[in-house]
């Protein structure tokens, strides 16, 4: 299966660039903080799809499909992190990215367990 035909990878890769966006923003204290650890948790969701795809069957592609929902809910705790410590507002496109990431993960995870 190749993933980048694949939209939960195509859209994820368009969260890291809105992360990317936003982290731009960050104090330059937190270079080696936050900013390092919020783009390494949006990096890790399509590259953990990309790993999926690239393996033998459907069960070990389900394990990465958990993987990469797991670095969107760590990624999701350090944009709350970010906005309650005031280095970014809340942001309407990445909280819809999120949740889209997230549902497509979860339907296409659904989907591979079905069949």
Same mark, same amino acid.
């Given at each position: 299966m190749n993933h980048k035909e694949l939209d #939960?990878?195509?859209? @994820?890769?368009?969260? #890291?660039? =809105? #992360?990317?966006?936003? @982290?731009?923003?960050?104090?330059? *204290?937190?270079?080696?903080?936050? *900013? @390092? =650890?919020?783009?390494r948790a949006a #990096? @890790?969701?399509p590259s953990n799809i /990309?790993?999926? /795809?690239?393996?033998?069957?459907?069960?070990?592609?389900? =394990?990465?499909?958990?993987? /990469?929902l797991g670095s969107l809910s760590e990624l999701d705790t350090q944009y709350l992190i970010a906005v309650r410590l005031g280095f970014i507002e809340k942001n309407e496109i990445f909280e819809d990215? *999120?949740?889209d990431v997230k549902r497509?993960?979860?339907?296409?995870?659904?989907y591979l367990s079905n069949k």
């Amino acid at each position: 299966m190749n993933h980048k035909e694949l939209d #939960v990878w195509k859209k @994820s890769m368009d969260l #890291v660039e =809105q #992360v990317y966006t936003i @982290s731009y923003l960050f104090p330059d *204290t937190e270079k080696f903080g936050l *900013t @390092s =650890q919020i783009r390494r948790a949006a #990096v @890790s969701v399509p590259s953990n799809i /990309a790993e999926g /795809a690239g393996r033998k069957g459907d069960k070990e592609f389900i =394990q990465f499909l958990h993987i /990469a929902l797991g670095s969107l809910s760590e990624l999701d705790t350090q944009y709350l992190i970010a906005v309650r410590l005031g280095f970014i507002e809340k942001n309407e496109i990445f909280e819809d990215l *999120t949740n889209d990431v997230k549902r497509l993960i979860i339907g296409f995870r659904n989907y591979l367990s079905n069949k």
